[in-house]
């Protein structure tokens, strides 16, 4: 397996650009998320799902559009980028929707926006 | 609001020196979690807590809960320089939604 993928690895933006960053999972995961990482903060949730045509938004939505139409992929849409965005996003993904497993991390996005 | 706070953010420690990190967290919630990031990389589970009293332990670390308290600790043993890293607790934000409230992080750096 390789486990939770994500493309690109690295990203420069100009303000006002879109983009869409990408993650799949190929451990049949129902549970799918999205996280960025700034420094100082921890990681704080994007938006997540509980299975395919299920999104639900977390604690930073704004600027951000998903939708999963396969269990596999889980795509991040950047609308128009702003200089706020600029951090470190990773996907996580876990077999359960009920918290008694772990959710497996992606090796990340780095995203500049300019 | 789910509020987690870890203590402390930064843990400079000598080899072979025991240590405590602590995770409290503000509303109930019996799902805890346990992850590793080294610089530059992603995040490794060490250690999932599902019920108040858990306890779990990999080679010099040891996770426990409270529940009650709001508590979550790792402890660290012996420490080693491979173990420096930084370490995230993160809750449950409604005891099995899967929504995770991350800590801020404890950097821990353990010199020879």
């Known amino acids: 397996n390789a486990g939770v993928t994500q493309t690109p690895k690295f990203q420069v933006l100009k303000t006002g650009q879109s983009m869409t960053l990408q993650c799949a999972q190929d451990?049949?995961?129902?549970?799918m998320s999205w996280y960025r990482q700034d420094p100082g903060m921890g990681l704080r949730l994007i938006h997540y799902s509980v299975g395919a045509g299920i999104t639900d938004q977390g604690e930073v939505p704004n600027g951000y559009n998903v939708s999963r139409s396969t269990t596999e992929d889980f795509p991040l849409r950047l609308l128009s980028a702003a200089p706020s965005q600029t951090s470190v996003y990773f996907c996580?993904?876990?077999?359960?929707?009920?918290?008694?497993?772990?959710?497996?991390f992606g090796p990340g996005t780095r995203l500049t926006v300019l | 609001e789910l509020k987690v706070e870890q203590n402390p953010l930064f843990l400079s420690m000598q080899e072979g020196k025991n240590y405590t990190i602590y995770c409290n967290y503000s509303?109930?919630?019996?799902?805890l979690y346990w992850y590793r990031q080294d610089p530059g990389k992603s995040l490794e589970s060490l250690f999932v807590l599902l019920s108040n009293g858990a306890v779990k332990q990999e080679g010099r670390l040891m996770a426990s809960l409270d529940t009650k308290a709001r508590l979550s600790t790792l402890h660290i043993t012996a420490a080693v320089h491979d173990l420096s890293a930084t370490y995230f607790c993160?809750?449950?934000?409604?005891?099995?939604?899967?929504?995770?409230?991350f800590g801020k992080g404890t950097k821990l750096t353990v010199n020879p």
């Open positions: 993160a809750v449950d934000e409604a005891g099995g939604s899967e929504k995770l409230v």
């Open positions: 451990m049949n995961h129902e549970y």
């Open positions: 996580a993904s876990s077999y359960t929707t009920t918290g008694t497993d772990t959710q497996y």
């Open positions: 509303t109930t919630s019996d799902r």
